[in-house]
C-alpha cells in the first residue's frame, strides 16, 4: 500500500476520503472561531479604561541613559547588619563604578553590597538614571541595572537558530506560534486585565484564541490537529474551574509582595485573587498542549500501524503512552515552579521554619496551587484528549476494508476455466 507523505506525516493521510466529517468539524470550528472573536471583541479594552501609572524615569530632569563600566573600586559604607526597617541587610564593601556614558560623558555611581557582591567588571554595560532638574549645571546619576539586551538578544537567536535547525519548517512555525502568543498576551489579555475585566473569563478567552490560531499555525490543518485542539480546551476548562474554587478556597489575595500592593494601588479596579486564577489557566498551557498534541498523534500512528484494532482496543494502547507521558509531565511542572520560586523557598527555609509554615505562606501556596490545579487538569486532559481522538480517527472498518480490498488478489479467470478432458 502507497502513501503519499505531507509535512504532517503519514498518519495523516488516514483522513483522506473523509471529507463529511471534515466538513462538519470545520463548521465546528469556525464557530468556536466566531465566538471567541466576538468574546475578545467584547472584551477588548478601551485605551481610556486601561489603568496606567507615572513613568518615574520619564519626569522632567529625569531619563535613563547606558554606560560601560571603566573602572570598580571597593568602599566602605558603613552597613550594619540590621538594615532601617529592621531586617537583615547585606554587608561588606559598596562598590565606587567609574563609567563612560554613551554620550561620551563620564560618571561615577556608587552600588549596595549586594551588587557589588554579585561581581562587576571593567567592561559591564549598565544602565544609568540621569537627573538634571532645571537649571542644575551637572547631572548625578544612579545605579538602575544591569544592561542585557544584547546577551539575551544573542541567546534567543542561538535558541531560534537550534530549533529551525533540528525542527525545521516545524521549529519556524512554533517561533511564529511562540510570537503570536506573546502577543497576543501583551496587546490583549494584559490590558484588559488593568481595565478590570473579569480575570478568568479574559484568561479563558484570551488562552482558547491563542490555541486556535496556534496549534493549526504550528501542526496544519487536519481532523488530527482538531482531536487536540478539543483535548486542549477541555484541559482549559477543567483548569480553569478548579483554579476558580481553588483560590477562594485557600484564601489566595495575590499580595505577596510590595510590587503587589503597587499594582492594587495602581490599577485599583483590578482584581488580584482573580489575577491569580488566570495564572494557573495560562501557566500550565504549554504542557497542556503538549500532551494533548501527543495524545491526538499517539492515536493515528496506532491507527496507522495497527489498521484492524478496534477503537477501545486503540484507545488503550494511546493511554499506556499517555500514561508514560503524564509522569513525566508532573516532576516538568513541579520543577518548573519551582525554579521560579527558588529565591523564596530559600528564604523561607533560611527563616527555619516548618515546612507546612512554608507551604501556608502567600507566595508558596500560590505556586502550589497553581501546580496543583495545572495537574489535575493536565492529567484529565490525556484520557479526554485520547477518547476524542479515537472516536475522530478512522474506524476499523474503514482501515481494514481499504487493506483487504489492496492486499487482496483479484480472483484469475483462467482458474475457473473449463479444462479439456
Known amino acids: 500500500m502507497s502513501h503519499t507523505h505531507s509535512h504532517l506525516g503519514a498518519s495523516d493521510d488516514l483522513d483522506q476520503g473523509r471529507r463529511g466529517l471534515a466538513t462538519v468539524l470545520a463548521v465546528v470550528?469556525?464557530?468556536l472561531g466566531v465566538a471567541l472573536a466576538v468574546a475578545v471583541w467584547i472584551l477588548w479594552p478601551d485605551a481610556d479604561d486601561v489603568a496606567k501609572a507615572p513613568?518615574?524615569?520619564?519626569?522632567?530632569?529625569?531619563?535613563?541613559?547606558?554606560?560601560?563600566?571603566?573602572?570598580?573600586?571597593?568602599?566602605?559604607?558603613?552597613?550594619?547588619?540590621?538594615?532601617?526597617?529592621g531586617l537583615p541587610a547585606v554587608q561588606g564593601d559598596c562598590g565606587e563604578l567609574l563609567l563612560r556614558t554613551s554620550d561620551g560623558k563620564s560618571a561615577s555611581v556608587t552600588v549596595q553590597p549586594a551588587v557589588f557582591r554579585s561581581g562587576v567588571d571593567v567592561g559591564d554595560a549598565v544602565d544609568l538614571v540621569r537627573v538634571q532638574p532645571e537649571g542644575a549645571s551637572e547631572p548625578?546619576?544612579?545605579?538602575?541595572?544591569?544592561?542585557?539586551?544584547?546577551?539575551?538578544?544573542?541567546?534567543?537567536?542561538a535558541c531560534a537558530l537550534?530549533?529551525?535547525?533540528?525542527?525545521?519548517?516545524?521549529?519556524?512555525l512554533a517561533i511564529a506560534g511562540v510570537v503570536g502568543t506573546i502577543g497576543a498576551i501583551v496587546v490583549f489579555v494584559l490590558p484588559a486585565l488593568l481595565a478590570g475585566e473579569n480575570p478568568l473569563v479574559v484568561a479563558v478567552v484570551g488562552s482558547s484564541a491563542i490555541m486556535l490560531v496556534v496549534l493549526y499555525l504550528v501542526h496544519g490543518v487536519s481532523i488530527r490537529t482538531t482531536a487536540a485542539?478539543?483535548?486542549?480546551?477541555?484541559?482549559?476548562?477543567?483548569?480553569?474551574?478548579?483554579?476558580?474554587?481553588?483560590?477562594?478556597w485557600t484564601h489566595l489575595t495575590g499580595i505577596s509582595s510590595e510590587d503587589d500592593q503597587i499594582l492594587m494601588a495602581v490599577a485599583e479596579q483590578i482584581s488580584l485573587s482573580g489575577v491569580v486564577t488566570a495564572s494557573m489557566v495560562i501557566a500550565g498551557l504549554g504542557v497542556l498542549n503538549d500532551v494533548t498534541v501527543t495524545q491526538a498523534s499517539a492515536v493515528w500512528e496506532l491507527r496507522s500501524a495497527q489498521p484492524g484494532a478496534s477503537r477501545r482496543q486503540t484507545f488503550m494502547s494511546a493511554m499506556r503512552i499517555g500514561r508514560d507521558h503524564i509522569a513525566s509531565s508532573v516532576y516538568t511542572l513541579v520543577f518548573a515552579y519551582a525554579g521560579t520560586a527558588m529565591t523564596v523557598l530559600l528564604l523561607v527555609t533560611a527563616y527555619d521554619r516548618s515546612l507546612l509554615d512554608i507551604a501556608g505562606t502567600e507566595q508558596v501556596g500560590a505556586e502550589i496551587a497553581?501546580?496543583?490545579?495545572?495537574?489535575?487538569?493536565?492529567?484529565?486532559?490525556?484520557?479526554?484528549t485520547t477518547a476524542i481522538a479515537a472516536a475522530l480517527a478512522p474506524g476499523p472498518s474503514d482501515e481494514a476494508h481499504a487493506g483487504d480490498a489492496e492486499t487482496v488478489p483479484p480472483p484469475d479467470p483462467a482458474a475457473h476455466a473449463v479444462r479439456p478432458r
Open 29 to 31: 470550528v469556525g464557530l
Open 229 to 248: 485542539l478539543f483535548g486542549t480546551l477541555s484541559g482549559l476548562a477543567i483548569t480553569a474551574i478548579l483554579g476558580s474554587l481553588t483560590t477562594g
Open 55 to 85: 513613568n518615574p524615569y520619564g519626569t522632567q530632569g529625569v531619563s535613563i541613559v547606558s554606560a560601560t563600566v571603566t573602572d570598580v573600586r571597593a568602599v566602605d559604607c558603613g552597613g550594619g547588619a540590621v538594615g532601617p526597617d
Open 140 to 157: 548625578t546619576y544612579e545605579f538602575l541595572d544591569f544592561d542585557r539586551g544584547m546577551p539575551l538578544l544573542w541567546l534567543g537567536l
Open 370 to 384: 497553581r501546580t496543583l490545579v495545572g495537574l489535575i487538569g493536565l492529567v484529565l486532559a490525556v484520557p479526554i
Open 162 to 172: 537550534v530549533i529551525v535547525a533540528v525542527a525545521r519548517w516545524r521549529g519556524l
